[in-house]
């Protein structure tokens, strides 16, 4: 069974940078997959923040791409989230997720991690 | 960016009931759309991928279909733990992967 969790800091100052890791088990981090970052602010929709390839290759959300990087930690079959410059509008719930290669629709997600930027 | 629109933003229905859903996109998305249930304080779950393929283990209540711009889902008789929120998601033109904004899929 694939599993996913987040963990980091759940509060972060405002400019500063939001980092969360992201633990996978169940399937190797080196599997023909992307692995993502999603979030929600409460009470509204998701957001698609980007993915990255085993390989290394990554695509990002325009609107982050300046602030925002995706990384992969093979030896410890994770992957990690950075996004600098944080606002009060980056308070959310971070998910990472597992998408399948061609299709990119996510079927296995962490349980999400809260983020809430404030000084 | 293509933009996802679902229809309606909220919807109230009565257990046994046969709700649709529509999604549509801005642009073609061919057949590139999934649909995911979200319930309170959880992960979303896929329901449907490649707008009609069925996720293992999802009741067979659940269908999708459509391609090109207009995607329904639909649930064909409603139990109470389908009142949750549906969101539709395209994947054929990114970056952006797009979600659409949720449908709140309430007890009458």
């Known amino acids: 069974q694939v599993q996913l969790q987040e963990s980091g800091p759940g509060l972060v100052k405002p400019s500063g940078t939001l980092s969360l890791t992201c633990s996978v088990s169940?399937?190797?981090?080196?599997?023909?997959?992307?692995w993502t970052w999603v979030r929600q602010p409460p009470g509204k929709g998701l957001e698609w923040l980007g993915e990255?390839?085993?390989?290394?290759?990554?695509n990002y959300n325009p609107s982050l791409k300046s602030r925002v990087t995706i990384s992969v930690d093979k030896s410890n079959n994770q992957f990690s989230l950075r996004l600098s410059s944080v606002t009060a509008a980056d308070t959310a719930v971070y998910y990472c997720a597992r998408a399948l290669s061609v299709t990119r629709y996510f079927d296995y997600w962490g349980q999400g991690a809260l983020v809430t930027v404030s000084s | 960016d293509i933009q996802m629109t679902q229809s309606p933003s909220s919807l109230s229905a009565s257990v046994g009931d046969r709700v649709t859903i529509t999604c549509r996109a801005s642009?073609?998305?061919?057949?590139?759309l999934n649909w995911y249930q979200q319930k309170p304080g959880k992960a979303p779950k896929l329901l449907i991928y490649a707008a009609s393929s069925l996720q293992s283990g999802v009741p067979s209540r659940f269908s999708g279909s459509g391609s090109g711009t207009d995607f329904t889902l639909t649930i064909s008789s409603l139990q109470p733990e389908d009142f949750a929120t549906y969101y539709c998601q395209q994947s054929y033109r990114m970056p952006p992967i797009t979600f659409g904004q949720g449908t709140r899929l309430e007890i009458k």
């Open positions: 169940g399937d190797s981090i080196s599997s023909t997959n992307w």
């Open positions: 990255i390839y085993p390989s290394g290759g990554t």
């Open positions: 642009q073609g998305v061919s057949r590139y």
